[in-house]
């Protein structure tokens, strides 16, 4: 059966504040097949703060730490890829068999991840003198917005997701309205691998509002989006407002 689509904030899986909720279509046979949460301001207000507080513990997780739980998230999805898959199909009309086969890479993408997220390497930069050492290190730069769309609703939030958290960051995803299923339950996995709270935050709603509202915050320090070239033009815009 289609679940209800709950928002994952803090987390927490919660209807939006509002109580507002959109219908889910199966494009097949075109009935209503489910609802998502339909998140409002104060919604992304409080996603946004979790994130800047979950991005405080998370930073300080060590890579050994973050790749064992990717790990775990890594299984979990694994076990549940032909429940996934049929979500998919549902909601976004994908025949089962190239749904299915778009679920079982996930595993194996997370896993590279959490290895790759253990060898974020420094440098060490020759000086001019004996007395002075140059070293360069990656750190964490904080909470990114991720925004993915509704063709490949599990692989490419996937591919931004655990990128991120692999880095140390923290994210709010803005999850498909088409297709909010299959990436609710990637963030479930995540969820009940035992990410902490606010380190990984769902939101469903209306893009141009939430991308404007999250974009401008000072707490988002980095984009991920995949999307159009004339919306992807337009984010650039307002982030280099904000830079």
């Not at 049929?86 to 299915?100: D, F, I, V, W, Y």
């Not at 997220?117 to 904080?142: C, F, K, N, W």
């Not at 479930?188 to 469903?204: S, W």
């Not at 988002?220 to 159009?228: D, E």
Request: glycine share 8%; with cysteine.
């Amino acid at each position: 059966m289609y679940p209800d689509v709950l928002l994952h904030i803090d987390g927490t899986w919660r209807a939006a504040a509002s109580g507002r909720t959109m219908p889910v279509i199966n494009p097949s046979t075109e009935t209503v097949i489910g609802s998502f949460a339909h998140c409002g301001r104060e919604d992304l207000d409080e996603a946004l703060a979790a994130a800047r507080k979950g991005f405080e513990l998370w930073r300080r997780v060590s890579a050994f730490e973050r790749s064992k739980l990717m790990r775990r998230a890594a299984n979990l999805v694994r076990e549940r890829a032909d429940d996934i898959a049929g979500l998919m199909t549902l909601e976004q009309g994908k025949p089962l068999n190239q749904a299915r086969q778009e679920v079982i890479h996930l595993p194996d993408m997370l896993i590279w991840h959490a290895e790759e997220g253990r060898r974020v390497y420094g440098r060490t930069i020759p000086a001019r003198d004996l007395g002075h050492r140059q070293v360069s290190a990656r750190e964490p730069m904080g909470p990114i917005a991720a925004f993915t769309t509704w063709n490949y609703p599990a692989v490419i939030p996937m591919k931004k997701v655990c990128a991120i958290l692999a880095a140390g960051c923290t994210c709010v995803l803005k999850g498909a309205e088409e297709t909010p299923a299959s990436t609710m339950e990637l963030v479930r996995a995540f969820a009940e691998a035992g990410l902490p709270d606010g380190v990984l935050n769902l939101v469903y709603g209306a893009p141009d509002r939430i991308s404007s509202q999250l974009i401008a915050s000072p707490a988002i320090r980095g984009i991920s989006f995949t999307g159009s070239t004339a919306v992807g033009r337009r984010l650039a815009e307002m982030s280099g407002r904000h830079l």
